[in-house]
């Protein structure tokens, strides 16, 4: 179980996360939220990239707050792809057996789960980006996490290429049962991987009852301002 208490975030004067509490547990928790609401902190200060001003975080009822990330046992899937350009998909995957994480009959249980097993000699860039986003999964998998954090993992692929991945990635994670959370602001992403959802606007997290209700408050956030901007906003009023 994941359990986030009161968590804040301040870079200078803008506080961006703002006392975020969450507890999730043998689920997939989506967090729908807009660009700069504060997802990627939140999931950076999890995963002990980033410190945060207040607050703590369990694991499987484990403080966790102060220790450096590789003493978490989280499983962080970054916004932006970080697979080894100079490693094979196979080498990319088996990295983490380096540090003594993950078993060999684990991965070989990964990549057939994720459907890998004819790209493993390629190098990252040979792949299409649904490939990279497979072997972006089975490489965080690998090293048996207790908790995973992905951070829009596939907002740069094509509609068509999601529909088919979603499931299942969902179909893995669920079969794993570990903590899942998912940051994204695409709400057909939400529908179709989450099994409970919430929303942050502006850096405060609100739990809902479904994709559509988070999407909804958020719609409902968004004011003239953000729309027109600051000039249309002076004239209306
Ligand atoms: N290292 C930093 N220093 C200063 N400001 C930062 C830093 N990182 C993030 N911010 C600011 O914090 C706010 C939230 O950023 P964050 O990356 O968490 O948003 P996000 O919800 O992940 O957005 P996106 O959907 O675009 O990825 C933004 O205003 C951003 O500019
Ligand atoms: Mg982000």
Known sequence: MLKIANL?????????????????????RVVLGLNGCGKSTMLKIVAGILASDNGKILIDKRDVTALPPEDRH?????QQASLFKHLSVRENIRYC???GRGAEADIDQLVEM?????VLDKK?????????????LARTLASQPHVML????????????????????????????????????????????????SCMIEGVLSDADSAEKAFGL????????????????????
């Open 8 to 28: 804040s975030k301040s870079f200078g004067t803008h506080k961006v996360i703002k006392n975020v509490s969450l507890t999730v547990g043998s689920e997939i």
């Open 114 to 118: 994720l459907k890998i097993e004819n």
């Open 74 to 78: 989280v499983g962080y899937v970054p």
């Open 150 to 197: 992905m951070d829009e993992p596939l907002s740069d692929l094509d509609l068509a290429i999601k529909e088919k991945l979603i499931p299942e990635f969902r179909k893995v994670l669920k079969k794993l049962g570990i903590p899942v959370l998912y940051v994204t602001h695409d709400l057909s992403e939400a529908q179709l991987l989450g099994d409970r959802f």
């Open 97 to 99: 057996l380096r540090n």
């Open 218 to 237: 958020i719609r409902e956030s968004i004011s003239d301002y953000d729309l027109h901007g600051p000039a249309q906003h002076q004239l209306r009023n």
């Open 124 to 136: 990252p860039e040979a792949l299409s980006g649904g490939f990279q986003s497979r072997v972006s």
